[in-house]
């Protein structure tokens, strides 16, 4: 009798295994069928645009020995990130569209997150470098090739902008990584971003939470405001000249 007893309460006690979800089920941006023809032809002549567009940018950018400054390497890099940003998740719901197979993988949805927020982070990174670099041009004219050299440009443009960017793509994979789906696996978007994800997990959230909003203020913040003060103070120095 103990020994019933005893292995009822054992068993009794026992938490409910948590299926972990290998796959998640990309909803997109609509149910309806009928819609999805329409939507392919529109998303892709508007991502074949983008891709040819920028291309076309760097592609006269390297052949124009005249465009072969600081200002025009910013831009060329910031063509080939929106090249390769809009690679991240287009041609995935362009498939989706066209085979009506929503399914992504874990591991490609993590790949998906990670260059999502890498590219996306560098985009913002670049847009406030050609900002400062636009107020050395303005502000100091004659220091301009000393302050902005191909050294500095490099550093900025390419190893500072990248360094952050996968600070930041790294944390937040590595964060969704770790943590347990059992909640179902249907995420109501077109991509497998951040938010929907942690609504779908059963493990503790607090801490992703905290990460992702205090990445979120400072990555957000931080290029607004280097833009914003630049743009300002290149304006006030030629306000102040004109009136010279």
């Known amino acids: 009798m103990y020994i019933f007893l005893r292995t009822q309460a054992v068993h009794g006690t026992k938490k409910p295994k948590k299926n972990r979800v290998s796959e998640f089920l990309l909803l997109g941006l609509t149910e309806k069928p009928e819609l999805h023809t329409l939507l392919f032809g529109l998303f892709l002549s508007v991502y074949l645009v983008t891709i040819f567009g920028n291309l ?9 020995s005249r465009l072969h400054t600081p200002m025009y390497f910013f831009l060329s890099k910031l063509s080939l990130v929106d090249t390769f940003f809009s690679s991240t998740t287009v041609p995935k719901m362009l498939v989706n569209l066209w085979t009506q197979n929503q399914v992504i993988s874990f591991v490609g949805c993590l790949a998906q997150i990670y260059t999502f927020h890498l590219l996306g982070t560098m985009d913002s990174s670049l847009l406030a470098v050609m900002a400062i670099d636009r107020f050395v041009a303005i502000v ?91 743009y300002t103070s290149a304006a006030t120095s030629l306000g102040f000249t004109g009136t010279l």
Request: glycine share 8%; proline share 5%; with cysteine.
């Open 140 to 230: 100091y004219p004659l220091c301009y090739s000393v302050i902005i050299s191909p050294c500095v440009c490099g550093l900025l443009g390419g190893v500072g902008a990248w360094l952050i960017s996968n600070l930041r793509s790294l944390m937040h994979t590595c964060l969704m990584a770790q943590l347990t789906f059992c909640a179902g696996s249907e995420i109501p978007h077109f991509f497998c971003d951040l938010m929907p994800l942690l609504k779908l997990s059963c493990s503790d959230t607090h801490t992703s939470e905290l990460v992702i909003f205090a990445f979120g203020i400072i990555m957000g913040i931080s290029p607004l405001s280097c833009i914003l003060l630049s």
């Open 56 to 64: 076309l940018i760097v592609l006269a950018i390297i052949t124009d």
